[in-house]
């Protein structure tokens, strides 16, 4: 890798490690404080006897199906909502703090007139993000599969890490998002709200959609539901998922960089 | 042959800066309205008007920031937007408002831009910080916002660049440190190398820049050499007369403005030539006369006036 690049990806990863550590943190104490509780619950058989007389479709809507398993109870606690949520969050906070913010700021303009292209810089910054929703993915998988090993979880390897990855994908798909807003306009605000929105209302499709029956055909339209609409706890996941998450996010982020390349820079 | 090479060859000896009818639009704003001026190869050129004036403007759509809503652009031969990487490898630019990466330290910034460039020269780094008495081991942040313009000085003087382009280069700098700006320039003009100085301190503008262009809400008000536009500027005139001064002559003179008399002593402003005044004075006793010439500043407000 040249001088050049090593600065365009390295200088945006480099400034966002105390965040990619605190994110970090957050998912290593969500997984491991509740697949600490594994143990109790699963001796509590009077909880999930309970939870199975919840009517289906409410079981469905907040993913408590099949609660007293292994892949129920961590379905049900991290990755239904909680775990997802944390990879979009964490994607929508480093596209933004990498383009729109940094813009917003008045602290591209130094940069940006340096000899490389705008389009380079732009596809830099991008990967940066990618690479550090990459990182949050391997330390969520380490997490997750140490906490199974010391807490007596039996599941598979296989159905845990695909879960893991959809959720890193997922993150990437909203960031790359909010990257093709950031390279349209500088506005750190509207980046953000464009990002949580889609975020939650992914969710709310994937989870409530189902509930009626002219609207659960259409579950199929939220990126929450490509991610882990096939339950890859359960059943693992097709290729297609990681393809339909990961290829528009590399096309967003290009489109992202093309306008920026095509657009005014903004000053302080 | 390379075609960017061709290309920065075109016109090696064409004006390091060409604007023709350069507007900029904002929505309803006009920041820039059709201003065109060369700025010849080698030389230091000041870039004079209030904040607003459309200065920054300007100078950011030379360096491909903002794309003009019309007009055309060359830079050292080149099209800021078609040539904008190989003309950003020879340009160096300090942007007026700073903001630099806080957690950063200067030795961090000057060595990323550096990457950024290509490499940069580190003994002529330190031999910078040296004399802006600047140092590049403290973080950003805890810099005064003096010495943040030194690391945005010293990047902009460390580039091997043909042009640089410093907009509002010693804001907040003590006089020592602008004295050691004005010879970084000097130094950089005998290199052979062109200097584009935005500025609204005009004694920094008179002591460096060999022409000066004044701007005026987008517009341009003037373009000359120093000497130049202060000839062009209104001249002051005080006349000391042995009797009473010859009102309804002088005051028949369209070339004096802001005419005033108190007994034997008249003053005004000269805007023209001193042919007609001097032709009243030879027919009366005159005991003094005085005919000063404006310093930049008072040029620079006269042709503010005018321009109103």
Known sequence: ?268 | MDVKASRATLAPDGPAIHIEDLTKDYGTVHAVRGISLDVHRGEVFGFLGPNGAGKTTTIRCLLDLLRPTAGRLEVLGLDPRRDSLLLRSKVAYMPGELRLPERMTGAGLVSAVGRLRGGIDTRRRDSLAERLDLDLSRRLRDLSSGNRRKVALLLAFVADAQLLVLDEPTNGLDPLIQREFLALVREAKEQGRTIFLSSHVLSEVQRAADRVAVLRQGTLVAVGGVDELRRRARQRVEVWFDGPAPTEELGALPELVNQHTEDHRFTALLAGSIEPLLAVLVRHHVVSLLVEEPDLEEAFLDLYEAAS
Request: glycine fraction near 12%; hydrophobic fraction near 60%.
């Open chain 1, 1 to 268: 890798m040249s001088g050049r690049w090593a600065e365009l990806i390295g200088g945006p990863f480099r400034a966002s490690w105390r965040a990619a550590l605190g994110w970090s943190i957050a998912l290593v104490v969500l997984i491991v404080s509740t697949v600490a509780f594994w143990p109790a619950f699963r001796g509590a058989s009077g909880i999930t006897q309970a939870i199975d007389q919840l009517p289906a479709p409410l079981l469905g809507a907040f993913g408590l199906e099949g609660f007293g398993t292994p892949a129920g109870y961590l379905r049900g606690g991290l990755y239904e909502l909680v775990i997802p949520l944390v990879f979009a969050a964490a994607g929508v906070l480093f596209a933004n703090i990498a383009t729109a913010g940094e813009e917003d700021a008045g602290r591209l303009e130094l940069f940006v007139s340096q000899p490389i292209s705008r389009a380079a810089f732009f596809a830099g910054r991008c990967v940066a993000v990618f690479a550090w929703l990459a990182v949050l993915t391997l330390v969520a998988l380490a997490a997750q599969l140490a906490s199974d090993q010391i807490f007596g979880v039996p599941i598979g390897a296989g159905p845990v890490a695909a879960t893991v990855v959809l959720c890193g994908l997922l993150g990437a798909f909203v960031a790359s998002l909010c990257l093709a807003v950031a390279g349209l306009v500088a506005r750190p605000q509207l980046v953000q709200s464009v990002g949580f929105s889609v975020a939650y209302i992914s969710y709310l499709i994937l989870a409530l959609f189902p509930l009626s029956s002219l609207l659960a055909p259409w579950r199929e339209i939220a990126p929450w539901g490509w991610a882990l609409g096939g339950d890859p706890l359960v059943n693992g996941a097709e290729v297609w998922r990681y393809l339909l998450l990961g290829g528009p996010a590399v096309l967003l982020a290009l489109i992202g960089a093309l306008a920026f390349d095509r657009r005014d820079i903004r000053s302080a």
